[in-house]
C-alpha cells in the first residue's frame, strides 16, 4: 500500500512541478502586460497632449504605437499558451492519478502522456511568442531612442 501512495506522488510530481514553472511565467508575462499597457496609455496622453506642437515626437509617437499593439497580441498569445499548459499539465495530473490508482491501462497511459507532451509543447509554443516579444520591445526602445543618438553626431 505504501508503494502504491508513493508511485501515485511521483508519477503526478512532474506535472506539478511543471505547474509551477508555467505560473512563474506567467507571472512575468502579467508583469510585461501591465508595462506595456501603462506604455500606451502614456503615449496615448502624450499624444493627446502635443496637438501638432512637436510634430517629430507625434511621428515618434504614431511609429511606436502599431508596434506596441503587436507587442500586446505576442504577450497575450504567450499567456493563453501557458494558461492552456497549465491545464494540460492539471488534466494529465489527473489522468495519472486514475492510472495509478483504478488500474494501468493501454489508453490511460496514452492520455497521459498526449496531455503532457501537448502541455510541454503549449509552454514552448508560448516561449517562442515571449522571445519575439522582447525582440519587438527592443526594436520599440530603438524607435524611442533614435533622436537621442543623433544628438551625439
Given at each position: 500500500?505504501n508503494?502504491t501512495?508513493?508511485?501515485?506522488?511521483?508519477?503526478?510530481?512532474?506535472?506539478?512541478?511543471?505547474?509551477?514553472?508555467?505560473?512563474?511565467?506567467?507571472?512575468?508575462?502579467?508583469?510585461?502586460?501591465?508595462?506595456?499597457?501603462?506604455?500606451?496609455?502614456?503615449?496615448?496622453?502624450?499624444?493627446?497632449?502635443?496637438?501638432?506642437?512637436?510634430?517629430?515626437?507625434?511621428?515618434?509617437?504614431?511609429?511606436?504605437m502599431?508596434?506596441?499593439?503587436?507587442?500586446?497580441?505576442?504577450?497575450?498569445?504567450?499567456?493563453?499558451?501557458?494558461?492552456?499548459?497549465?491545464?494540460?499539465?492539471?488534466?494529465?495530473?489527473?489522468?495519472?492519478?486514475?492510472?495509478?490508482?483504478?488500474?494501468?491501462?493501454?489508453?490511460?497511459?496514452?492520455?497521459?502522456?498526449?496531455?503532457?507532451?501537448i502541455?510541454?509543447?503549449?509552454?514552448?509554443?508560448?516561449?517562442?511568442?515571449?522571445?519575439?516579444?522582447?525582440?519587438?520591445?527592443?526594436?520599440?526602445?530603438?524607435?524611442?531612442?533614435?533622436?537621442?543618438?543623433?544628438?551625439?553626431?
Open positions: 500500500m508503494d501512495i508513493i508511485g501515485i506522488i511521483k508519477g503526478m510530481l512532474s506535472p506539478s512541478i511543471m505547474i509551477s514553472a508555467c505560473g512563474l511565467l506567467l507571472l512575468g508575462m502579467n508583469n510585461k502586460y501591465s508595462l506595456v499597457v501603462n506604455r500606451i496609455r502614456i503615449l496615448n496622453n502624450e499624444f493627446r497632449e502635443l496637438q501638432e506642437k512637436d510634430q517629430e515626437r507625434i511621428d515618434c509617437i504614431l511609429k511606436q502599431p508596434l506596441l499593439i503587436d507587442r500586446m497580441k505576442l504577450i497575450r498569445n504567450a499567456v493563453w499558451l501557458y494558461t492552456i499548459g497549465i491545464a494540460m499539465f492539471i488534466f494529465s495530473i489527473f489522468s495519472l492519478g486514475i492510472y495509478l490508482f483504478y488500474g494501468k491501462s493501454l489508453i490511460l497511459t496514452i492520455i497521459s502522456l498526449v496531455l503532457f507532451i502541455a510541454i509543447l503549449s509552454v514552448l509554443v508560448g516561449i517562442i511568442f515571449a522571445a519575439r516579444e522582447v525582440l519587438l520591445g527592443f526594436k520599440i526602445i530603438n524607435i524611442e531612442t533614435k533622436n537621442i543618438y543623433s544628438f551625439k553626431s
